[in-house]
Each structure stands twice: as C-alpha cells, then as structure tokens.
C-alpha cells in the first residue's frame, strides 16, 4: 500500500507524547533483561551444563519456538482485548524465566526453562509493536518504529558487555537474578501507560484473525534478514573465543550503535521515498556483512562487520514494520504484526537449530556464507516484486479507464 510524501505539516505532527516514551522506557528494561544474557549462554550451557554446539542451538531455538507458536494467540489478544495486558504478561515471564535458570542442571530442563522464556517475548513484542502503530502519527511511523527499535539496540549495546562482565566477577546466578529484576521494572512501568481508546467495531464486535495474509511478503523478508542475526546471536560467542577475538560484547555495542544511528534515519527515508528503496540496500549490506563475517580474524575486521551488519539491520527492520502495518487495516493491525514477528521468530530463533547441524557438519565460515546467501535473496525478491508492481501500475495508467493499483511492496 502506497502512502503520500511526507509534507511539512505532517512532519509536524506530535510524535514523543507521554505514551509513547513510557513504551520506549518499558522496551528498553525489557530488552535489557534479555540482552543482559546474550553473550553468557551460550556459554554457560557448554561450561556449566556440558552442552554441545547443536545443543546450544537447541536452546537458543527452543526460545523462538515457543514464540512462534503462542505469536498467532498474541495477536488475537492485543486485538480482541489490550495492548497493555500483552505487555504485562511478557513482562511477568520475563520476571520468571530468569528466576528458574538459577535452578538448572541439565540441558534438557534449561530447555524446558528457555521455552518458557520464550512466551515472553512474543507476548510483549507483539503488544509493543502494535502499540507504536496506534500511537504514531500515520505520516511518521517509519519514523516512530525507528524510535522504538532504537530501545531494543540500545539494551544490546549495554547488556551484553556487562552481563559478560558480571559473570566473570559474581556468576552466573547473580546475572540471572539482575536479569529478573529489570523486567519487574517492566513491569512496574508499564502500569503508567494509558492504552489510547478504540472504536468497539475495531477492538471488540468481530473476531479478528490469528495471522494475515498481507504480513506474508514482508514476513519472507524478515526471515531473510534476521536469519544473519540469528547466526550471530547464537554462534559468535563460540566463534569468537574459537578464534581468539576478545570479548564478544564488544561485537554487540558496535553492532548496536550502527543501528542506533541507522534507525531514526532510515525511517523517515522509508516515510519520504518508499520502503523498497530502503530496505533492498539494507539487505545487500547484510550479505557483505555476513560475507566478511566469514573470513574475520582479528578484532578489528570483527568490529568492522559489525558496524555494516548493524547498518544493515537498522536501516531494513523499521522499513519492514512500517510496511507491514501499511498494508495490513487497523483492525488486521495486531494479527499482521503478530505474524511479522512470527517471521522475526523463525529467522533469527529456529533457524539458529539448522545453522547448529550445519555447523556440526561444516564451519563457521561456511555457516556465515550461508546465512549471507539468504539476506540476497531477500533484497533480489523485493527488488523483484518492486519493479513488477511499477510495471503493473504504469500499464494501468495507460488504459482510459485505470483502476487503483492493488497494494504493493512500497
């Protein structure tokens, strides 16, 4: 679905209202609580519970499955209910998930305790990102979901260095504790957000959908690209201690500032000049990433890659959102974002369980290459269904009597 320029007075529309920095506020304590873990478990399931590099994927997919298969209910909940309910209960998960891995022995209960964790997640980010569409104005949502994801790096860029940091100094335990704690926080301020009211024909009087049908194109995308960040969320870990390289949080702040600095600026060029003509370059930057990623040996080239793998993130994620609820009704809103999500899910959560087995069975490098491949896919079929859609609509507006263009991929 196409949408108009964004003139000056649009631009001028209020968009940092109290709502919408009190869901910023909660995203930020949500993610903390989870990034905070990023770096360590990986670790702590091959040194303190013996696992192996498949096994690690395991964990790491089980998280996502469990996200996958509650994403269809999430988004029939903040739909026909709240928003706020949605961000509540992630929150509560959130506060629990944490709690339980101080009692874990064995890989297959961190299994059970990471599925767990996993409803989290898809309760909470379902809620949120449907909460930034109600919120923003319409001529600055590729704008606001810069905004918004900006919290998510941001929590990347502080948490795993110091979740890393504290195991070294207190344990795993205490990181776990601390990790419960910032998600009360969540919880705590999600309590001061006042949900904007809906019409009862929108929120109530009919059953919305579990999924959408218009979130599928945009939900192939996003398993393109978060299929690279998935690799990395689960392996660089081992990869960099494999090769020596320091400590992989460093990794995670500079991949989180490029997408801090990408965010707000992509998603106002999405608003201004389409939403192919930003993601596709963002998805070619992915492959290079992942390309050189694969050859990495030394800190400085690892930190190169990770400034291009975040540009590359920062600049499609926003996009992609705002693409997805362009298409979607308001009252598909909750559904369509629920199933993006569902995408975001398997890209960078199940796909983790295969690039395990490949690993197994290959190399780092090889696994990288792969996941590289897939981010070109990606841009190749959005370049694709672009210059179809251009060629359809100019055909169109060559008839005497043209129609209006079906929805496309801008």
């Known amino acids: 679905m196409s949408h108009a320029p964004q003139s000056a007075a649009d631009a001028a529309e209020p968009l940092f209202t109290r709502n919408f920095l009190v869901l910023c506020v909660s995203t930020l304590l949500f993610f903390e609580s989870m990034f905070l873990l990023l770096a360590v478990l990986p670790v702590f399931i091959v040194r303190e519970l013996g696992g192996t590099e498949s096994q690690v994927g395991v964990v790491v997919g089980v998280f996502a499955l469990a996200a996958v298969m509650i994403r269809p209910t999430s988004g029939w909940l903040v739909e026909r209910w709240n928003r706020k309910l949605g ?29 767990f964790h996993g409803l989290g997640i898809a309760l909470f980010t379902t809620a949120s ?24 790096n941001v929590a990347m860029a502080t948490g795993p260095v110091a979740g890393a940091a504290l195991v070294e100094h207190s344990g795993f335990n205490q990181l776990f504790w601390l990790s419960a704690l910032l998600a009360l926080g969540c919880l705590f301020v999600i309590a001061f957000l006042a ?10 009087l009919s059953r919305p959908s579990l999924l959408s049908r218009s979130a ?55 608003d201004r000049f389409g939403r192919a003509r930003v993601i596709i370059p963002g ?10 990623l694969a050859q990495a040996t030394s800190v400085t080239w690892l930190l190169g890659v990770a400034a291009l793998q975040g540009l590359g993130f920062g600049v499609v994620q926003p996009a992609l959102m705002a693409l997805c609820v362009d298409r979607a009704t308001e009252r598909e809103r909750g559904p369509a974002l629920a199933t993006l999500m ?4 398997i890209g960078h959560g199940l ?5 395990g ?32 859609s251009a060629a359809t609509a100019a055909g169109r507006a060559d008839r005497p009597a043209a129609t209006t263009p079906a929805p496309g991929p801008d």
């Open 87 to 115: 961000l509540a209960l992630g929150a509560l998960v959130y506060c629990v998930g944490p709690i339980l891995y101080t009692t874990a022995d064995s890989v297959p209960l961190m299994i059970a305790y990471r599925f």
């Open 129 to 152: 990102s449907v909460l930034v569409a109600d919120i923003a104005p319409l001529s600055r949502r590729g704008e606001a979901m810069g905004y918004y994801g900006m919290m998510m």
């Open 195 to 204: 949900e904007p009211a809906r019409q009862p024909s929108v929120a109530r």
């Open 216 to 270: 599928v194109f945009p939900g192939f995308l996003a398993i393109c690209m978060t299929m690279s960040f998935g690799a990395v969320l689960s392996f660089l870990p081992l990869f960099v201690q494999a090769r020596q390289l320091g400590n992989p949080g460093w990794y995670f702040i500079v991949y989180s500032v490029a997408v801090i600095l990408a965010r707000p600026v992509s998603g106002k060029w999405s």
């Open 283 to 292: 998805l070619l930057l992915l492959t290079v990433a992942m390309t050189l």
């Open 342 to 345: 569902l995408a975001f899910d």
């Open 351 to 355: 796909s983790a369980i295969g690039l």
């Open 357 to 388: 087995l490949l690993l197994e069975q290959t190399s780092f490098p090889t696994m990288f290459l792969f996941t590289a491949g897939v981010s070109l896919l990606g841009a190749v079929a959005l370049a694709g269904a672009s210059y179809g």
